[in-house]
């Protein structure tokens, strides 16, 4: 089954654990170290409001180069 998962953030959530660690939760969706941030973010600063699709390697593509890649990467969850 293909998911389309939506991520509209540009930064990442900041969870404090009970010990007082910041871990830096990725709520942009390319990270390469995902579930954590690994500052990937960066390279959604300038989406703006059009609607971005990134592919497995984070590189940006327009929807309609995403639909027809061959390899699409998708996340069973
Ligand atoms: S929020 Fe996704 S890499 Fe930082």
Sequence with gaps: MT???K???DK?????????????ICMCGISKTYPFCDSTHS??????SQLCCYD???????????M??????TIDV
């Design 3 to 5: 998911r389309l998962i």
């Design 7 to 9: 991520h509209s953030t």
């Design 12 to 24: 990442p959530f900041i969870h404090i654990t009970p010990s007082g660690d910041k871990v830096k």
């Design 43 to 48: 390279k959604t600063k300038d989406e703006g």
């Design 56 to 66: 497995k390697d984070g590189n940006r593509l327009s929807p309609e180069e995403w």
């Design 68 to 73: 027809y890649q061959e390899d699409k990467e």
